[in-house]
């Protein structure tokens, strides 16, 4: 696959470098960048060489350009070119304006990575080859409508001007009773063969001959001499004709005109015969036969020009159905007085059978999404009341997919002379890909800002929670070294603080790294265990954390689940440790566990001061203690209930908690229940 050719326009090297590296850490083999620090040479290269890059990375801030100005004269030197803009924070405004202005794409410098990068510059590479598809499309369709248009405008002008056959018939039903003769016929042409096309009448034997086979060229005829020469021949006998057989007709009177196009060149013969009793030819006979015959020329060259035309028009529909399904677009129209529609063979691929077929019954309002309904009928009630432009984007619902698309319709309406609506023609797409790729694009741009706007407050509140512990290290061994001769008591009592607070520090860190591996992805094991075991093992080591609780143990029924013991164990330690350090020495806390369902539940209450209902969905945020409970410090980390509340998600469960203030704190836990086959399949 060859590298994709970017042009990036940046006079600041530390960005341009920046740029660089992201592409090659991104897509190492991918793209092949040149870089230019003004936009003139850019512009002189555009001039003097064809297609020498793919895409350009454009700054909107160079020496000899400024902001749109910028995007103007690139766009006039190569309007073709994609274009993806680059600005700082102020400048958003301007980097917005230039995608109005055809620019596929803009990026905010310091806020895109590697990967964001590359996949800008591919996106606007394939939008800007997706115009120029529907540039090319919109031009074949108008294309093909002129040709349509001209077509139509040409029968009309046949069927006033009479088609060769017409005008044959019509000289020998108006012509041919004044002339009285017998037949008349139309000889053509045909490479190097004379070929009766049209007769009527009663043909003499000889002309009956030459309808089976025609005439040579190598075969000496009167016709071919007409055809040649360009001149008509009469004759009122056979003696005066030469000796050819393909005219031995010696009772007859014989007449031969030429029928000639508009460059001069006689193209066939218009014949006719009659009985030798009725007298030579007369001139105005003669000036008949020639009006005919030259009315014939134009009918023949205009039938020819038809033939020409439609052997074009069909090639022209040939390719463009071939266009039409290559880009996966259907072409339709809707004729507003018969109500009748019409697709291109893509729409049941495209559109799906259904709605294809409701289109045509008028039903479409069946397979849009009834979120879309409005829009689209204010949209084509608007177009066909005052306007020639129709465009619609809307869901269709695709039966074969099971599924709705969302498709975009682009077309123009026909009037007649009176203004009235008559056509409604265009193009539909299915544009499902692009808007799923957008969904996509937005979602993980939300997603990457909350990710950062988490990790800002988690590291500002991690160097808040560590600050208290180190100052009040810092300063024991501040007033340590600058009283050496200190009484024991006191030393001792900042060595006693020294030790608590390094503890603190401790249980900061170790709970910090615990979550760093949750958010890392780090996977918890799934082995088939009782939960029960597991609350009871944490049970009994959180009775050294009580301080003169009442340390109550419930009804533990037989759960058996799947998960990792030491995480679940750790997890039981985190919400009696929680529910000991609020409820003050005189009160209880109780762990009990029963089963609901296809859910394993287990419940740590305690009677200690409650939680406002307020803070009740931020518990779980890490650093974040309720108000009540900041009357005095618990000695906690802050990150107990968020370590709780990743192992019970890493066990596809579910944890909360009840409280009122004032009455105390209930902390909920729904694990699965394990399945006997997966049990017994491990």
Do not use: C
């Amino acid at each position: 696959m060859s590298r994709l050719r970017v042009l990036l326009v940046e006079d600041n090297p530390g960005d341009a470098f920046l740029v660089q590296e992201l592409l090659e850490e991104a897509a190492p083999d991918a793209f092949a960048l040149e870089h230019l620090t003004h936009l003139a040479p850019a512009l002189e290269r555009l001039q003097h060489e064809h297609d020498p890059w793919d895409v350009v990375l454009l700054d909107l801030s160079l020496p000899d350009a400024q902001g749109l100005d910028t995007v103007h004269r690139m766009r006039a030197a190569a309007p073709g070119l994609p274009l993806v803009v680059m600005s700082g924070l102020g400048d958003q405004s301007v980097a917005l304006a230039a995608v109005k202005e055809g620019a596929q794409d803009y990026l905010v410098k310091g806020q895109v990575d590697g990967q964001g990068l590359a996949k800008a510059l591919r996106y606007a590479v394939e939008r800007a080859r997706i115009q120029q598809l529907l540039t090319e499309q919109n031009r074949l369709l108008h294309a093909a409508r002129k040709r349509s248009e001209l077509l139509a405008a040409l029968s009309d002008a046949l069927h006033a001007a009479r088609t060769p056959e017409q005008v044959a018939q019509t000289a020998a039903s108006h012509i041919g009773p004044l002339l009285k003769v017998d037949y008349m016929a139309l000889v053509q042409q045909d490479g190097d063969v004379l070929v009766l096309t049209h007769a009527w009448g009663h043909l003499p034997e000889p002309l009956a001959r030459i309808a089976e086979g025609g005439i040579p060229r190598s075969v000496p005829s009167a016709m071919w001499q007409v055809i040649e020469r360009g001149v008509a021949l009469y004759t009122e006998d056979y003696l005066s004709l030469p000796q050819h057989l393909d005219l031995d007709l010696p009772a007859y009177g014989v007449a031969l005109e030429p029928v000639q196009g508009s460059d001069g060149k006689a193209r066939a013969v218009f014949s006719a015969g009659r009985p030798k009793p009725h007298g030579p030819w007369l001139e105005s006979e003669r000036e008949l036969m020639a009006r005919a015959a030259a009315t014939l020329g134009m009918a023949l060259e205009r039938a020819e020009m038809v033939a020409r035309l439609e052997a074009s028009n069909r090639a022209l529909e040939s390719r463009l159905a071939l266009a039409l399904e290559s880009a996966g677009m259907v072409a339709w129209e809707w004729d507003l007085r018969q109500r009748q529609g019409m697709f291109s063979d893509t729409a049941e691929q495209v559109l799906g059978r259904q709605a294809v077929q409701t289109w045509l019954g008028e039903r479409y309002r069946e397979v849009v999404h009834p979120e879309d309904q409005a829009d689209f009928d204010a949209r084509l009630r608007a177009t066909l009341e005052h306007g020639d432009e129709y465009r619609a984007t809307f869901r269709v619902w695709h039966s074969e997919r099971n599924d709705y698309l969302w498709v975009e319709h682009r077309g123009r309406v026909s009037r007649d002379a009176r203004g009235r609506p008559v056509i409604l023609s265009g193009i539909a797409y299915d544009i499902t890909p692009y808007r799923l790729a957008e969904a996509a694009l937005r979602e993980s741009e939300a997603r990457l800002r909350r990710i950062n706007e988490a990790q800002k407050r988690f590291v500002s509140d991690a160097a808040h929670e560590l600050r208290a512990p180190l100052t009040a290290i810092l300063g024991n061994l501040e007033l340590m070294e600058r009283f050496p001769q200190m009484p024991p008591a006191e030393r001792e009592e900042a060595l006693q603080e020294m030790r608590q607070e390094a503890r603190r520090m401790h249980r900061l860190v170790s709970d910090l790294l615990t979550l760093a591996r949750g958010d890392g992805g780090v996977t918890v094991r799934s082995d088939p265990l009782p939960l029960g075991d597991v609350l009871l093992a944490a049970f009994e080591e959180a009775r050294h954390l009580a301080r003169g609780h009442d340390l109550r143990l419930g009804p533990l029924a037989q759960a058996q689940v799947l998960g990792d013991s030491d995480y679940l164990k750790q997890l039981a330690l985190i919400l009696l440790d929680n529910a000991l350090k609020y409820t003050p020495p005189d009160g209880w806390v109780e762990l009990e566990l029963s089963v609901r369902g296809d859910k394993a539940e287990f419940h740590v209450r305690d009677n200690g001061p409650g939680i406002p209902t307020a803070d009740l969905p931020r518990v779980f945020e890490r650093f974040f203690r309720a108000d009540t409970s900041r009357s005095h410090d618990p000695g906690g980390s802050g990150l107990g209930l968020a370590i709780a509340k990743w192992i019970v998600e890493s066990h596809k469960g579910n944890i909360w908690l009840e409280s009122e203030l004032g009455h105390g704190t209930t902390a909920v836990v729904q694990l699965p229940l394990a399945k006997v086959s997966q049990a017994s399949a491990r």
